[in-house]
């Protein structure tokens, strides 16, 4: 049998990476082809992603496989939640798509919140209420430039249009919408209630199709440009945690919680139904759509960001620390008596860009603590806290589920600091399975897999276990 050669374009909010993934009908065979920065653009006042230079990236990578591989069966392309670009009747992209984390959703969210409260949202969606979400940012968009009624005919999340950049077909796929606070819960369509009570247009929102699906082929002038032959192009489980929940080689899954640690934390386990209830909505917890049919109860915890705006900032400064840098400090001050003060990652001093040294004191001085003073100190107090809030948030999923979690699945780029995995198991006291690294683009992978056909879905966490190597860590006695 033929190796099968596919392209996961896997982008995370801090960075985006082509890899390419070989199915010899056994394994996955996954290699890293381009990796770019994927650094958003400030601009007027606002926060954008540079798509354009993102898709510009895309097309290198799928050069370079072509190049070391040959023939390309098909690409796939997963993203970070809850941001879209508009297009125009004629195809057009009307403008960069703003980041979550622009502010232009300040003066409309109390509106929004008065037709429409937290609470009815959660109710309807299965989404807590965030201002990041979809619904508060498309709703501050019509407020601000009315004219978007008229002139945008469809809005597209994300992977949709780097899809339809690829493609030219503008499809709404299940898992990235599951995000927007805009889809009924647990169905496969808009919520007419939340639209009509806020006046936002159904039409915007294309139809939408479930993970999994050829939705069509490169277009042919980019494959003239690019020098290759067809290739199709899928709508996979396209938001980037759905891919990462989809990869986990679960040991058993009932017992079993989550964590997918990169510029974001996700932590949570997989539910048969939406989870609506008051104390998850108190408790923060999301409902989001799994690839297949399964749900996705989970808390969006502020994670790796305030480390990488760290190193931002210190890297502006001059003195720059990498990852491994980081990860080296952290664990020197670790070993001493060092007792390190405890933040709240999901605090609103950490959500937005900016000096975290200066917001970390802030926050201790507010708290009564006394806030670290050296790089090494400034590390670990953040990923201890991150690894008190899994803590607290795992418990959160026993009370929730009524299931004791024996197990916890980390996936991510943030498991290569294994430090983080080992203040993890101590603060939980659970059994941490750590790996894939590469889990958003290997579950992109083995989602393409069975789009085509060439393994039942049912394989899909058999054939990652076999493709990875994974790591385990046991609660210091
Ligand atoms: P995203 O998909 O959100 O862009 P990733 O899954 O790539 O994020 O994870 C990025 C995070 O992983 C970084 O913020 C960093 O903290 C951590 N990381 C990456 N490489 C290393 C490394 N070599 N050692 C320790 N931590 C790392
Ligand atoms: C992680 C993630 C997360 C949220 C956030 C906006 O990359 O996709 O699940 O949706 O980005």
Redesign the pocket.
């Known amino acids: 049998n033929e190796a099968i050669n596919l392209l996961a374009m ?6 985006g990476r082509v890899m390419l993934g070989v199915y010899d009908g056994e394994s996955i065979h996954v290699e890293e082809i381009h990796r770019f920065a ?1 650094q958003p653009v400030q601009a007027g006042g606002h926060l954008y992603w540079d798509v354009l230079r993102i898709f510009h990236e895309m097309k290198q990578g799928i050069r370079k496989a072509a190049k070391a591989q040959g023939s390309l069966t098909a690409l796939s392309v997963d993203t ?1 939640g809850v941001d879209y670009g508009f297009i125009d009747s004629q195809g057009q992209l009307l403008y960069s798509p703003h980041h979550y984390r622009d502010q232009r959703t300040a003066d409309s969210a109390g509106i929004l919140d008065s037709l429409l409260p937290p609470e009815e949202q959660f109710r309807l969606t299965g989404n807590q209420s965030a201002r990041i979400n979809t619904v508060y940012q498309l709703f501050a968009d019509l407020r601000i430039s009315p004219w978007l009624r008229e002139t945008a005919d469809k809005m597209l999340m994300m992977p949709d249009l780097f899809h339809y950049l690829f493609s030219g077909v503008g499809v709404a796929e299940q898992t990235i919408w599951s995000t927007s606070g805009l889809l009924a819960a647990g169905e496969t369509g808009p919520s007419l209630e939340v639209l009509n009570k806020l006046g936002l247009p159904v039409e915007l929102i294309p139809a939408l199709v479930p993970a999994g699906t050829v939705i069509g082929s490169v277009l042919p002038a980019l494959q003239e440009e690019l020098g290759i032959g067809p290739i199709k192009v899928i709508a996979g489980a396209s938001h ?1 945690t759905a891919s990462a929940v989809a990869s986990i080689p679960y040991i058993s899954k009932a017992d079993a919680a989550f964590i997918s ?4 934390s996700l932590v949570g386990m997989e539910t048969e139904q939406p989870v609506i209830t008051d104390l998850a909505r108190e408790y923060g917890f999301t409902n989001e759509s799994c690839y297949g049919s399964s749900n996705r109860l989970l808390k969006n915890i502020t994670g ?2 305030i ?2 705006e760290t190193q931002r900032g210190w890297a502006e400064a001059g003195e720059p620390v ?3 840098e ?2 080296m400090l952290a664990q020197s001050v670790h070993r001493t008596a060092y007792a390190a003060p405890v933040i709240d990652p999901n605090d609103d001093l950490f959500s937005t860009p900016g000096d975290m040294p200066g917001r970390i004191e802030a926050y201790c001085t507010r708290t009564g603590q006394t806030p670290p003073r050296t790089k090494a100190e400034i590390i670990l107090t953040i990923l201890n806290s991150l690894a008190f809030s899994y803590a607290e948030t795992v418990k959160e999923l026993e009370a929730l589920s009524g299931q004791i979690i024996r197990r916890i699945h980390m996936v ?3 498991i ?2 294994v430090l ?1 995995c080992q203040l993890t198991a101590d603060a939980t006291g659970k059994e941490i399975v750590a790996g894939p ?1 590469e889990a ?1 683009a290997i579950g992109n992978i083995a989602v393409q897999l069975t789009a085509l056909g060439a393994v039942q879905k049912a394989e899909v966490r058999d054939l990652v276990a076999r493709s990875c190597t994974l790591s385990s860590y046991y609660p210091a006695l």
């Open positions: 896997d982008l995370g909010a801090s960075s994927n970070w980037d640690c990169g510029t974001w790796l960001w480390l990488q990498s990852h491994h980081a990860a991510g780029g943030g290569q600091n983080l690294v958003s």
